[in-house]
C-alpha cells in the first residue's frame, strides 16, 4: 500500500524550518528555497503547500500564535489555584516576552513581518493584525471579567487599558530582542505595571487625587 502522507505535519513541518532560516538569519533572508533546503524538501514540495513566501510566512506566524497560547497554558498550569486576576494577566503577557529561543523567535518574526510588510504588497495584504486583534479583544475580556470580580476598578475602560499592556509588551519584547534590557527588567517592569492597574480602590484614588 501506498504510504500515507499527514499533509498537517508537512506543513508544519515547513513552517517550522522556516522559523529556523529566520531566527539564524533574519526573516529578510527567508526565501522558499532556504526553508526547502532547511526543511530537506524539494522547492517543489513547499511550493505546493505555500504557493508563495507571504502565505508561508502568514501561516508561520498563527502557527507561532497557536504554540504560544499552550505555553500561556502551561505557565496557568504551573500557578497556584485559584488564580488571581493579576497573576492570570501577568503570565498571558510573560509569553509576550523574547525569554527562550521560542518566543525569542516568534517575536523576531512578528516583528520582522511587521517591517516587511510596509513596503511589501502582498505581505501587507494578509491579514497581519488579525493575530494582535485576538490578544487584544482576549486580554479585554480577561480585564473585563477582573471587573466583574471586583479586582479591577470598574471605572477603568478594559479595551484601552488592554491595548496599553498589549502595547508595553511589544515594546518591552523588542527592546529585550535588541540587548536594551534583560528579560528579568523587562518582567520587572510589567509587574510594576500591573500593581499599579490592579491596585485596591482606595489606594488608585488616593494616587489619582479624587479621595
Known sequence: MPKRVDHAQRRAHIIDALVQVAAAEGLHAVTLRAVATEAGMSLNLVQYYFETKAKLLHAALKRLEQKSH??????????????????FIEAFLAEALPTDETSR??????????VLAMTDPELAAQPFVAGPDRLER????????A??????????????????????AHGLGTSVLVGQRSADAA?????????????????????????
Open 70 to 87: 499552550a505555553r500561556w497554558s502551561d505557565r496557568l498550569d504551573d500557578l497556584p489555584h485559584p488564580v488571581t486576576a493579576p497573576a
Open 105 to 114: 523567535a516568534f517575536h523576531l518574526v512578528w516583528t520582522s513581518y511587521a
Open 138 to 145: 482576549q486580554l479585554t475580556d480577561l480585564l473585563e471579567q
Open 147 to 168: 471587573q466583574r470580580d471586583n479586582a479591577l476598578d470598574p471605572l477603568r475602560d478594559a479595551a484601552t487599558e488592554a491595548a496599553h499592556l498589549l502595547s508595553l
Open 187 to 211: 518582567m520587572e517592569i510589567l509587574r510594576a505595571h500591573l500593581g499599579r492597574l490592579f491596585a485596591p480602590l482606595a489606594v488608585a484614588k488616593a494616587v489619582s487625587g479624587q479621595g
